[in-house]
Nanobody, 114 residues
């Protein structure tokens, strides 16, 4: 099982980024997929998740700013992030939800400067 996240970078407050996560080795379309993030010194948290049919749930801190989507034909899940804030800084990962079946790799780093 491999989940490769990409698209992170350095952005100023108010900026936007689009993260992608390509999956292999799993029945992608059969799984709820989620984006998680972990800031330095903090626990990993679920940012957003998307069901097999496309229903979405967001953490309160990102609701209205982030959009999760998926392309089952490409085995890829996306996270569009708008109006980024310094508190959004961290390593972002994708995985299945609620049970993470893939190992946690390095993720993709998002840094929002003030």
């Amino acid at each position: 099982v491999q989940l490769q996240a990409s698209g992170g970078g350095l952005v100023q407050t108010g900026g936007s980024l689009r993260l992608s996560c390509a999956a292999s080795g799993i029945a992608f379309s059969a799984n709820v997929m989620a984006w998680y993030r972990q800031a330095t010194g903090k626990q990993r948290e679920t940012v957003a998740r998307i069901s097999r049919s496309g229903n979405t749930i967001y953490a309160g801190s990102v609701k209205g700013r982030f959009t999760i989507s998926r392309d089952n034909a490409k085995n890829t899940v996306y996270l569009h992030m708008n109006n980024l804030k310094p508190e959004d800084t961290g390593a972002y990962y994708c995985n299945t939800w609620p049970n993470s079946i893939a190992t946690w790799g390095q993720g993709t780093l998002v840094t929002v400067s003030s």
